[in-house]
């Protein structure tokens, strides 16, 4: 029998997103930043997380997607990506989602041809769509260390995010 991907589920605007739960360290309330300069827009700063100085990234920025207000739901996912430690500031997470393999789809061709190099798959989940996404894609490969195969992938923005996922949602036949 396959066994079910086990990923942790988080929301960024009105999309659910996942990564697998081996790859999250912790859910955290969101602390103090500080501001690094010269940063990339969506990479928010640093924070000290028991000792350990951790890279905040803004989900909402780097997809493209709205500013939208600070609430008491947003959250840290911690996660270790190509070995270090990095944050990742999300509208709200709270689910481990269990999907199993047959449920989960390669991304369309459009989301492949566009500069949306993170997302993985499409998993079916009771009538709704979850976008699984490599964490070691977020970032452009010049800000993290080698990594097998990153040769030939765009570093830029993730901007067409929002169209994307609108297709996605056409093609499973949601609105």
Do not use: W
């Amino acid at each position: 029998m396959e066994k079910d991907l086990q990923i942790v589920g988080f929301r960024v605007g009105h999309e659910t997103y996942g990564v697998p739960i081996t790859a999250v360290h912790e859910i955290v309330r969101v602390p103090e930043i500080t501001a690094v300069p010269d940063a990339p827009d969506y990479l928010e700063g640093v924070i000290n997380l028991r000792g350990k100085i951790v890279s905040i990234i803004d989900l909402r920025k780097r997809f493209g997607e709205a500013s939208a207000q600070p609430s008491n739901r947003n959250r840290i996912l911690v996660a270790e990506v190509s070995g270090k430690l990095l944050g990742l500031v999300v509208d709200s997470a709270s689910e481990v989602l269990r999907i199993a393999r047959s449920e989960i789809e390669a991304p369309p061709a459009l989301v492949q041809e566009g500069r949306l190099n993170c997302v993985t798959g499409v998993g079916k989940l009771q009538g709704r769509l979850v976008i699984l996404i490599d964490l070691a894609r977020l970032l452009p490969s010049s800000e993290l260390p080698a990594r097998a195969g990153a040769e030939g992938r765009s570093s830029l923005p993730l901007s067409e995010t929002s169209s994307a996922l609108a297709a996605l949602r056409a093609q499973a036949g949601q609105k």
